[in-house]
Nanobody, 116 residues
Framework: QVHLVESGGGLVQPGGSLRLSCTAS????????MNWYRQSSGKERELVGT????????NYPDSVKGRFTISRNNVRNTVHLQMNNLKHEDAAGYYC?????????WGRGTLVTVSA
């Protein structure tokens, strides 16, 4: 059974940084592209980063380009989201996501709050 556990969220001031982590188990992690999504109250889920199985291709939407960096460690089965210059509009629940066995799976998420 696949498990994804996100961590690293918290309260940060505008302009600050956070590094989110996701630890995966129950799958051959190195074979799968991983995604980070976010969702805030009343808004649709938004993709904020994708990294291929070997990290060669990384995609970011315009809303986070230049501020967010996704990385992975295929030995530790982890994927990270480095978020810099955080803005109020970045406040959301952040979820790592994988498409495995025909299903889209994600963890419980970690909450990011941006406030002075």
């Amino acid at each position: 059974q696949v498990h994804l556990v996100e961590s690293g969220g918290g309260l940060v001031q505008p302009g600050g940084s956070l590094r989110l982590s996701c630890t995966a188990s129950g799958l051959n992690f190195r074979l799968y592209a991983m995604n980070w999504y976010r969702q805030s109250s009343g808004k649709e889920r938004e993709l904020v980063g994708t990294i291929t199985s070997n990290g060669d291709t990384i995609n970011y939407p315009d809303s986070v380009k230049g501020r967010f960096t996704i990385s992975r460690n295929n030995v530790r089965n982890t994927v990270h989201l480095q978020m810099n210059n955080l803005k109020h509009e970045d406040a959301a629940g952040y979820y790592c996501d994988v498409r495995h066995g025909g299903l889209e799976l994600w963890g419980r998420g970690t909450l990011v709050t941006v406030s002075a």
